[in-house]
């Protein structure tokens, strides 16, 4: 039922299920290193409550498809026994969290994405993924709140703040070309709108390098996802079966 949603998804539901599962892995990893971290309590909590959000949208996809590929493996097993190659998710996703601009533009970006993604699939013929899009496009709204609201503060803010927002803007949009390939081609006009109207009430330029770098949903990443792997599966991977 999840490939008739998407007919022209080549790969299987199950490797689909991955790379979305694996988006909101990574980020919320991400997102995590900034817990106690932020630049003020209220923003430090926020980030803290975001990458729970993801964390959970990760375990329901990872939940499900354990279930499609019916070998008995659970979310912990798709989540720490996979290597590198063998994740799924977005660039974007992967690169290091740089300063708060940084990671604001990150996210605004991502969220924009996973906007589009959810509203669709929140009335997929399958009842468990639409039920896992709703729950999960409630979040992604909020999350898009605070992502758009930070790069229009940032962007529209002091000399130094709009300077940095437009760094991070021009070194990871080389990373956006890639959400729109193949079954989520569709949702790029109303991302563009969504993310055009955000950076021009925040004063920023779209950049003008059309370089766009592909790869990560075929497991080709770039030099940083192995050190988040490496420190978010040591555990599991020295004392396989651990339990609390």
Do not use: C
């Not at 192995?226 to 599966?233: D, I, N």
């Amino acid at each position: 039922m999840i490939e008739s949603r998407i007919p022209s998804l080549e790969a299987s539901a199950f490797t689909w299920l991955l790379g979305h599962a694996d988006d909101n892995m990574v980020l919320a990893q991400r997102l995590g290193d900034w817990i106690s971290r932020g630049p003020e309590l209220e923003e430090d909590i926020a980030l803290g409550n975001i990458a729970l959000d993801h964390l959970g949208v990760a375990r329901a996809l990872y939940a499900l498809a354990g279930t499609v590929e019916g070998r008995g493996r659970g979310e912990d097993d798709l989540a720490m026994f996979r290597t590198e190659r063998e994740y799924r998710n977005l660039l974007l996703v992967e690169q290091p969290n740089g300063d708060f601009a940084h990671t604001m533009v990150r996210q605004f970006l991502f969220d924009a994405y996973q906007l589009q993604l959810w509203e669709d699939l929140s009335t997929a013929d399958d009842r468990e993924l639409a039920g896992i899009a709703g729950r999960a496009l409630k979040e992604a709204r909020y999350h898009f709140r605070h992502s758009s609201g930070w790069v229009i503060r940032l962007g529209d803010g002091t000399e130094e703040s709009s300077r940095r927002v437009q760094t991070a803007l021009d070194s990871l949009w080389r990373y956006t070309d890639e959400m729109f390939h193949d079954d989520t081609a569709g949702y790029r006009v109303a991302w563009d709108l969504e993310v055009m109207s955000v950076l021009a009430e925040a004063g920023l330029t779209i950049p003008e390098d059309p370089y766009q770098r592909p790869g990560g949903r075929q497991g080709l990443h770039s030099e940083h996802l192995g050190f988040l792997l490496a420190e978010m599966q040591w555990m599991q991977r020295s004392y396989p079966g651990l339990k609390w």
